[in-house]
């Protein structure tokens, strides 16, 4: 199929998508354009609740399998939007409406180079394409459901808005539940066990600690703060103070080590995870899809956001057009430029990839 076509079909599916409300947990009628899309190109192709996905037409089970992924839920839009979000408008060249960065123009940029592919013979590798449910609320439905019921996957490309860089790794997140306790107390008699003092001091260990571990592409592990609670009403001191802490991990810990060291050093009564599963992603810097990467010109970095990629137990690299400073923001948009050019990035990676070096 010619690229040109691609390229026109691929904004006119995200066009539909935009259109078509899609939040996390009810992205039933998304996934239906998907499948639509399938059934127009006669791929054969399967769903298991919302996630779509389809395999190339020569797959072979003795070679490995390269998964191309993104998702096609989103947030609620909020409320500084000036522009229907559900109205898909382009203007000057942007494409305007809730999903177009993230991620919708990854998730039709890769479906475009899927298909570009799917009759392709003699690759290295297999090719999976898989458009996933509840990627911004990390559900149990998404990626993480389908991973049970697709082949094994060797290594994988996560879309996400990255102005077509290569982000070789990715933070992990652990958020953390963590307890001050003290002597309750009426509060005109003393106290000199009053646990919203003593959170003063565990805010101060919180604000300067630092893990000794640096990651050369991910820099610092960044703990933060980000809730606090404590008492109901103004003569009673409470009994306890509860924070929140969001801890992004760089890949030179796992979620749990994490969890370890704080369990044992930070100055609180009690502190929890919330979940261990999202952790650090990277890819090796030589790894062949890199280097391909590189030789066409594309900038390498480290990403702080999250993706379906810490679900994911192989190598994996986040790429996709767009930019993720655009997502979740009012009147998100997309260049259409970015678009069709993603699409043709993409195809030059992988026909360097997939037709040269293996790229386990």
């Known amino acids: 199929m010619k690229l040109e076509n ?28 998907l499948q639509k899309w399938f059934e127009k190109h006669e791929i054969p192709h399967e769903r298991y609740l919302n996630n779509v996905w389809a395999k190339n037409r020569h797959f ?19 409320k500084a939007y000036t522009r229907n979000p559900f109205k898909a408008k382009i203007e000057d060249g942007k494409l305007f409406g809730l999903g177009s960065n993230d991620a919708g123009g990854c998730l039709v940029s890769l479906l475009a180079t899927f298909t570009y592919f799917y009759q392709a013979e003699n690759l290295n590798h297999n090719l999976i394409f898989a458009g996933t449910a509840e990627e911004e609320t990390n559900g149990k439905n998404g990626i993480s459901s389908l991973l049970l ?31 001050v306790k003290g002597r309750p107390s009426h509060a005109a008699h003393p106290n000199d066990d009053n646990c919203i003092y003593k959170s003063a001091k565990a805010l101060q260990w919180f604000e300067k600690y630092q893990f000794p571990k640096v990651s050369e592409v991910l820099g610092e592990v960044k703990l933060t703060v980000t809730q ?20 992004r991990v760089n890949d030179k810990y796992t979620n749990a080590e994490v969890a370890e060291i704080l369990q044992k050093e930070a100055p609180v009564d009690e502190i929890i995870p919330r979940s261990l599963r999202l952790n650090s992603s990277s890819i090796p810097k030589d790894h062949a899809l890199v280097k391909a990467g590189i030789d066409l010109g594309m900038e390498t970095y480290g990403s702080p956001t999250l993706s379906d990629q810490a679900m994911l137990s192989c190598s994996s690299l986040k790429l996709g057009p767009g930019d993720s400073t655009r997502s979740h923001s009012a009147d998100e948009f997309i260049y259409v430029r970015e678009i069709e050019e993603g699409i043709e990035k993409y195809i030059r990676l992988l026909k360097k990839a997939l037709r040269t070096n293996s790229i386990e």
């Not at 082949?151 to 808005?161: C, L, Q, R, S």
């Open 6 to 33: 691609l390229q026109k079909e691929a904004v006119e599916l995200l066009q539909n998508l935009i259109e078509t409300p899609s939040f996390s947990e009810e992205e039933d009628k998304t996934a239906e354009w």
């Open 60 to 78: 072979d089970e003795s070679k490995p399998t390269l998964l191309l992924n993104s998702h096609h839920d989103t947030v609620k839009p909020n």
């Open 149 to 179: 019921k697709i082949p094994k996957i060797d290594v994988a490309i996560v879309g996400e808005p990255t102005l077509m860089s290569l982000a070789i790794a990715e933070k992990g997140l652990v958020v953390f539940d963590a307890k």
């Open 228 to 247: 606090i609670k404590a008492g109901t009403q103004h003569n009673v001191v409470p009994a306890d103070v509860d924070l929140v802490i969001d801890v």
